[in-house]
């Protein structure tokens, strides 16, 4: 009676066991998915300090003067030589752009004033600094200088739900925001070593961050984004390491599975 009773309780030890294993390996703890832990209502944070875009080498930019004199105003926009085609075949007409394009040496050449350096300026500093010399030479005494990037982007890519290229559509565009275009992280999405690369000086840097980490994040310099930045989500190490040709490991479900059917099996047929 004792050898029977122990028999039984040996294969439901084994089974309960195999069970076990089979959640330990196939749940995720909160703490590595929850964003910004710790930060509760009502708490306060300091972020680094504001990042608006700068221009550099190769940026678009749109600059629009202005004027109530709009004739004189569009001496300052570039003239674009456009084919129409029409009935009695084609034709040349001049159409009106405002569109530079930044040189390598950080420079445009803009209407009336040639070659100015405007690399390194804030779309606000630009646009004062061109007032200021369409001003001062007596060209425009009302001038209002208006400027926009054309062809901010930023790249997401890895275990996001949409990778892709992403237009900056504000000033001070932080990772979160990024992240949120893309659609957020999926499920297994590293969230503590998200990378991102940024280009510097004529080298790339890489930043990591910890999305779970409040403080760190809110620190970091690439918590706010500039045009060409690369996001690149890490796979999680669940993932990684489910990721092989035959996907069964001993972290897979359906490893765990085969063993407590295994175990279960053996157990029967030595117990019967």
Known sequence: MNLKHNMITLRKFLFAGAVACLFATSCTTPKDITYMQGFENGDTQ?????????????????????SKDAELANIFHLMVSQRQIGQAGASSSNTMTSSYVVGPNGEINFPQLGRIKVEGLTRQQM???????????????????TVEFMNATIAVLGDVAT???YTI????????????????????????????????????????LDLTNTAELMQSPAYYLRQN???????NNYKKRTATNN?????????WLSVASFI?????LIFK
């Open 264 to 268: 279960t099996t053996i157990s029967v």
């Open 127 to 145: 646009a004062t600094m061109i007032e200021g010399e369409i001003i001062g030479r007596g060209l425009l005494k009302d001038a209002i200088v």
């Open 247 to 255: 996907a069964n490991t001993v972290l897979t479900p359906s490893f």
């Open 46 to 66: 300091a972020v680094r300090v504001d990042s608006r875009l700068t221009v550099q080498p190769d940026d678009r930019l749109s600059i629009c003067v202005s």
């Open 169 to 208: 559509d504000r000033d001070n565009l932080n990772i979160l925001q990024a992240l949120s275009k893309a659609g957020d992280l999926t499920i297994t999405g590293d969230r503590k070593n998200v990378l991102v690369v940024r280009e510097e000086g004529g080298k790339e840097i890489a930043y990591r």
């Open 163 to 165: 990778p892709g290229e």
């Open 229 to 235: 930045d690369i996001i690149y989500v890490e796979p």
